[in-house]
């Protein structure tokens, strides 16, 4: 049973850094490939970054590369987003995802994903 929870989200200034984390309580963490997703008020879902579950791959959304970095510890069943000059476009709920994975991949869609966190609130304001 996979059970995701996130946190770290909160209030932060333009320019500021914020590192999110997602716990799996379940037994499977290292089948899993992984993903940050977010959405806006009024916007769809979408995808931030991915990780294989070996953590050796890793793939971006093209409005936060060179700024977020994702990366997971199999040993304590965790993953992170570590999130550097925000923008208030990256203000949003915050989402971690998870999805059993036969091989060594990332996945960037979010219908791929069966098992989901309930999200933490990352706003960014002055």
């Known amino acids: 049973q996979v059970q995701l929870v996130e946190s770290g989200g909160g209030l932060v200034q333009p320019g500021g850094s914020l590192t999110l984390s997602c716990a799996d309580s379940?037994?499977?963490?290292?089948?899993?490939?992984m993903g940050w997703f977010r959405q806006a008020p009024g916007k769809e879902r979408e995808f931030v970054a991915a990780?294989?579950?070996?953590?050796?791959?890793?793939n971006y959304a093209d409005s936060v590369k060179g700024r977020f970095t994702i990366s997971r510890d199999n040993a304590k069943n965790t993953m992170y987003l570590q999130m550097m000059s925000l923008k208030p476009e990256d203000a949003a709920v915050y989402y971690c995802a998870a999805v059993l994975s036969l091989t060594n991949t990332v996945v960037t869609k979010s219908a791929e994903y069966n098992y989901w966190g309930q999200g933490t609130q990352v706003t960014v304001s002055s």
């Open positions: 379940g037994r499977t963490f290292s089948l899993n490939a």
């Open positions: 990780v294989s579950r070996s953590g050796a791959l890793t």
